[in-house]
Nanobody, 120 residues
């Protein structure tokens, strides 16, 4: 059993910054890719940023240049540094990780989500 727990969400003004953290715990042999997704009211969940276990990253065009994803493999944790936040960034942010627990398959896990609100 694996759990992902996000933290760091909150309310900020436009132009502000937040850092999200997501820590994986449980039966973990290795973590492949990790990423952040977001879902705003009325919209489908969409990719924000993604990072492989070798450090390769990709970003949604809407956040490129403003957000930075990173990971600490020793802590099984992924981070999302969000700068120059805009009202359009308001959403529930979910952590995602593909985790191998030593069995024949790796499984995709999701965190419960953390709310980010950007408003004046």
């Amino acid at each position: 059993q694996v759990q992902l727990v996000e933290s760091g969400g909150g309310l900020v003004q436009p132009g502000g910054s937040l850092t999200l953290s997501c820590a994986a715990s449980g039966r973990i042999f290795s973590i492949n890719a990790m990423g952040w997704y977001r879902q705003a009211p009325g919209n489908q969940r969409a990719l924000v940023a993604h990072i492989t276990n070798s450090g390769a990253t990709n970003y949604a065009d809407s956040v490129k240049g403003r957000f930075t994803i990173s990971r600490d493999n020793a802590k099984n944790t992924v981070y999302l540094q969000m700068n120059s936040l805009e009202p359009e960034d308001t959403a529930v942010y979910h952590c995602n990780a593909q985790i191998d627990s030593g069995g024949p398959f790796a499984y995709n896990y999701w965190g419960q989500g953390t709310q980010v609100t950007v408003s004046s």
